[in-house]
């Protein structure tokens, strides 16, 4: 039976406090307060006791799924388990309570920490300089488009489009566009990397930059990387990178040695905090030192024996977010760096490389692998050949719930059918790759055998199969 609602808990005079005797004079609320601001009725708040609240919240709490519960191969999002101890230093007394209008002469170990990160992110990416402002991997994109248009703006060059493959994150055409450029959409070959020709084609005076994400969202290195930097940098264009999936190539290769000029980092993917649901998150933008100028502002710079906000910054791009970011997401990916180490993280990229490539090949034989080149941290497969035996990838998605584990991300990337993404991490074991794949093949048997149990699926979950047009159309959303 799905759970009731807190206010069906609710008795007349039931309380979950208890206060002790008041020992100063009772005074009337409106002496305080203007009688017109009072509240005339009462609130309606539950009336309810400590028990009814913890029970009804544990039950929703053993109800909901996360990376505490098991694997989550959520393509492109890195939902991977995160070590707790960075979550207790990202909640340390003395950090969290700091008050970004605090002195700078007060707060030189907190500028301490965003000043190395800077630094470990400069380093792992091979870039010179680092802004911790944006707020996600968008905004991020942002930040570097703007960065890229206040650099043309300078040089007094007018360049009005951006190049973006048709296998991107949908966030980059988007953040091109937020940024006022038109965006020019290139199709991948059939390996399913960049079309040389096309950009070629494409590319000229007028292209400010060519967005990238290597190894794309297919998971496959653009092999050709350096071929493709020279083409863009010919036309006196720059070249982006989108740094959202760094746990794929950290340790082993760096952005800024493949001539890419601008990145960004999810710090809420690859350092320590986990992706989706809307939560915190950080983008740092990361650039070489030609366009350190454009930044936004103001900069964390380091003097003598103490470090200060630099707001002098004539050519910045401007302000993108206020005081220091995201702070605790900054905090949790300093932890994240610091205890890894350079060697740590080489092998987080070597787990999360072989724990995908293990999947993908334990599961080829049963779902179709659309493009067979070389994959690092997430595959593509489709569902095509289930749909025809009469169940969809979003069929399978839903039956995978059934076995207590997390779907993977569906229907995306556009240029693949039926397409299931799956990205493990690097955080997952062997028994656990093992049983998701176990329970693929069941599903992929099972809808041989009787399609129609996983076209109804999810069977075992709180909340059965939706109407999903329904739920689009006429979303319930009160009590
Ligand atoms: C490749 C890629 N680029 C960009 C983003 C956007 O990041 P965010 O969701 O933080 O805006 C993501 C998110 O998962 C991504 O996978």
């Known amino acids: 039976m799905p759970e009731k609602l807190i206010k069906d808990y609710s008795s ?3 309380k979950g406090f208890s206060l002790p005797e008041l020992d100063v004079p009772d005074t009337p609320v409106n002496e305080y307060i203007d009688d017109k601001m009072l509240r005339r009725e009462e609130p309606g708040l539950p009336e309810v006791s400590e028990v009814d609240v913890v029970r009804h919240y544990t039950v929703l709490s053993k109800e909901n799924y996360g990376v505490d519960s098991g694997i989550y191969p959520l393509g492109s999002c890195t939902m991977k388990y995160n070590p707790k101890v960075n979550e207790d230093i990202a909640r340390l007394d003395k950090l969290v309570h700091l008050h970004p209008y605090q002195d700078v002469e007060q707060v030189q170990g907190s500028l301490e920490i965003l000043y190395e990160l800077k630094q470990f992110l400069a380093e792992i990416s091979g870039m010179d300089e680092v802004s911790l402002q944006p707020a996600s991997g968008a905004h991020g994109e942002l930040t570097g488009m703007l960065i890229i248009k206040k650099f043309f703006e300078e040089k007094g060059e007018k360049r009005t489009r951006v190049i973006v493959p048709d296998s991107a994150h949908g966030t980059n055409p988007a953040s091109a566009s937020m940024a006022g450029y038109k965006v020019i959409e290139i199709p991948s070959n059939q390996e399913g990397m960049i079309d040389i020709e096309q950009l070629k084609e494409n590319m000229d005076e007028e292209v400010a930059a060519l967005m990238l994400t290597n190894p794309n969202t297919l998971g496959i290195f653009e092999k050709d990387i350096g071929e493709i930097a020279d083409i863009v940098h010919q036309e006196g264009g720059l070249l982006y990178y989108d740094g959202a999936n760094m746990n794929a190539i950290m340790g082993y290769v760096r952005p800024g040695d493949m001539n890419f000029d601008v990145l960004h980092f999810n710090l809420h993917k690859t350092f320590s905090t986990p992706h ?3 939560g915190p998150g950080s983008g740092p933008v990361g650039v070489k030192s030609f366009l350190t100028p454009y930044l936004p502002k103001p900069k964390l710079k380091k003097g003598q024996d103490r470090y200060y906000w630099d707001s002098e910054c004539p ?14 997401v900054i905090l949790k990916a300093y932890a994240y760096i610091r205890a890894l180490g350079g060697k740590g993280l080489k092998e987080t990229t070597e787990n ?4 995908a490539n293990y999947m993908k090949t334990h599961l080829k034989e049963f779902y179709e692998l659309p493009y067979e080149a070389n994959s690092l941290h997430e595959f593509v497969l489709s569902g095509s050949r289930q749909k025809e035996q009469g169940a969809s990838t979003l069929n399978i998605a839903k039956r995978l719930l ?4 997390y779907a993977p991300t569906i229907y ?3 240029v693949v059918k039926e397409a299931l993404m799956i990205e493990p991490t690097e955080t997952e074991n062997l028994s656990t790759l093992n049983r998701f794949v176990e329970t693929m093949k069941i599903i992929s048997r099972e809808i041989e055998e009787s399609p129609e149990l996983v076209k109804n699926a999810p069977h075992n979950t709180p909340v059965r199969k939706l109407d999903e047009a329904k739920a689009a159309r006429k979303p319930d959303l009160r009590w």
Do not use: I, M, W
């Open 412 to 414: 995306f990337p556009l």
């Open 352 to 355: 999360a490389v072989l724990n």
């Open 276 to 278: 989706g649901g809307g």
């Open 12 to 14: 007349p005079g039931r």
């Open 315 to 328: 050519t910045s791009c401007g302000k993108l977010h206020a005081f220091y970011g995201n702070y605790g």
């Open 402 to 405: 059934d076995y207590e584990q």
